[in-house]
């Protein structure tokens, strides 16, 4: 199994909405693909300074489980994860990614 793990830090502000505003909206567009693509096992995203206050600066994270490093290599370029991808980008000031075998 692999864990794959992406915090990410928010613009302020970006499309006439609040960093809040886009965190509750990236968080939303990232749960709604649990079971659309059947190659992530679990899906779980995260937002908020005090959970993450060890990790600064982090306003959310998805942490997602593959069977094989193939399955998230297919994720990654999935066109449903893509139209997420797109969203996140606008939005996003740094990304930081860590991928583990569990």
Known sequence: MIRHIVMWTLKEEAGGRDKAANAAEMQARLLALRGKIPLAVELEVAIGDAIFASV???????ATTFRTKEDLQ???????HMEVVEFIKSVVAERRVVDFEV
């Open 74 to 80: 297919a994720y990654a370029v999935h066109p449903l």
């Open 56 to 62: 600064p600066p982090t306003d959310i994270v998805l």
